[in-house]
């Protein structure tokens, strides 16, 4: 079994939870246990093209005996599964879940990146993120520059309901 790092986010409908049905789906999958989650986020929409709701961010460990390749499927599935419409790019979305970092695995192809490019650019995962490894350093990935340069500042702990 290997570790994996996931992030997960929602802006639409009842968006905590979302965050906590895809969790609870991910921890279903074959092999696979989430054994540790950060704290929900609440952020404003990164990079998008209209007008949007904030986002509810997290991130989760997983232990896995699943691929990458495999595990983005049932993630993707997960996404499908929960309504998940994809029409436009960067969307609005039920749920959003991204393979962040697979433990001992690089990938830089068309439908898979490990890590995932946008980890040290976005403050909304780094964040969550820093839960996990305040040490900062994610299953080998080094974050401690990114998470000093990044505005955080509109990165909030999310005490909603």
Do not use: W
């Not at 789906?25 to 998008?48: N, Q, R, W």
């Not at 490990?114 to 650019?121: C, K, V």
């Not at 909304?124 to 350093?137: M, R």
């Amino acid at each position: 079994m290997r570790k994996a790092v996931l992030s997960l986010g929602s802006n639409l409908g009842n968006r905590v939870e979302s965050l906590t049905k895809a969790i609870h789906a991910i921890g279903l999958l074959p092999g696979t246990t989430v054994i540790f989650t950060s704290k929900f986020y609440e952020s404003p929409p990164f990079d998008v093209p209209s007008q949007q709701n904030d986002y509810i961010n997290a991130c989760i460990v997983v232990l896995t005996d699943l691929s990458p390749r495999t595990l983005l499927g049932a993630c993707l599935g997960i996404e499908a599964g929960m309504g998940r419409v994809r029409t436009e790019y960067h969307g609005a979305r039920v749920i959003d879940i991204d393979l962040l970092i697979y433990e001992k695995e690089t990938c830089q192809d068309g439908e898979l990146h490990l890590p995932h490019p946008g980890i040290l650019n976005r403050a909304f995962v780094l964040v969550p993120l820093n839960d996990l490894f305040p040490e900062q350093n994610a299953l080998g990935l080094d974050f401690s520059a990114a998470f000093a340069r990044v505005n955080r500042s509109n990165v909030t702990f999310f005490e909603g309901k």
